[in-house]
T-cell receptor, first 114, second 113 residues
Framework: AQSVTQLGSHVSVSEGALVLLRCNYSSSVPPYLFWYVQYPNQGLQLLLKYTSAATLVKGINGFEAEFKKSETSFHLTKPSAHMSDAAEYFCAVSGGGGYQKVTFGTGTKLQVIP | EADIYQTPRYLVIGTGKKITLECSQTMGHDKMYWYQQDPGMELHLIHY???????EKGDLSSESTVSRIRTEHFPLTLESARPSHTSQYLC????????????FGEGSWLTVV
């Protein structure tokens, strides 16, 4: 069984401030973890993924996430928010390769205040 | 970067009409999915396929049907649309390696009036 919890359905930050979006997971096997971004009226775009190589994963648009097994967390960060970062962000977990199911979180809407 | 295409992007139709949402991918992925998403809400898996001639129902019950006659093509059909079907439909495919990474199309917005 696996699940994902995203803490905070809405997060507001000022432009230039640190972005921190929280994701905790539960998995009975070593997980693969993903962050996706969704802009209005568009599909989801893969931001980054953890596949058991390095615990700190760098993605597109300056985002990164750190896998912390002891905390079962995979929080998404960006040092300085831009207006263009305003979007919905989804965390997801998969139990492994092959045809394992991918479970998505409920999403966090990021608002960037000028 | 994923190459997965959905048409139409936006569609407004009357109640009772039959519609088909098209989805094609050029990556040769075996597994494909349809998700339903209301504005600002979470994703709900409604259908998936392991490959040609394979179709499975997802976590959320849906009156839509799907078919998979070719690897690259995974259309979704509503035989008789109702206002409750108004939503965004997202098609996706995944590669079996790297934890089943899912790639999404741009989505199809359906409005039933």
């Amino acid at each position: 069984a696996q699940s994902v919890t995203q803490l905070g359905s809405h997060v507001s930050v000022s432009e230039g401030a640190l972005v921190l979006l929280r994701c905790n997971y539960s998995s009975s096997v070593p997980p693969y973890l993903f962050w996706y971004v969704q802009y209005p009226n568009q599909g989801l775009q893969l931001l980054l993924k953890y596949t058991s190589a390095a615990t700190l994963v760098k993605g597109i648009n300056g985002f990164e996430a750190e896998f912390k097994k002891s905390e079962t967390s995979f929080h998404l960060t960006k040092p300085s928010a831009h207006m263009s970062d305003a979007a919905e962000y989804f965390c997801a977990v998969s139990g492994g390769g092959g045809y394992q199911k991918v479970t998505f979180g409920t999403g966090t809407k990021l608002q960037v205040i000028p | 970067e994923a190459d997965i295409y959905q048409t139409p992007r936006y569609l407004v139709i009357g109640t009772g009409k039959k519609i088909t949402l098209e989805c094609s991918q050029t990556m040769g992925h075996d597994k494909m999915y349809w998700y339903q998403q209301d504005p600002g809400m979470e994703l709900h898996l409604i259908h998936y396929s392991y490959g040609v001639n394979s179709t499975e129902k997802g976590d959320l019950s849906s009156e839509s049907t799907v078919s998979r006659i070719r690897t690259e093509h995974f259309p979704l059909t509503l035989e008789s649309a109702r206002p409750s079907h108004t939503s965004q439909y997202l098609c996706a495919s995944s590669e079996p390696n790297s934890g089943n990474t899912i790639y999404f199309g741009e989505g199809s917005w359906l409005t039933v009036v």
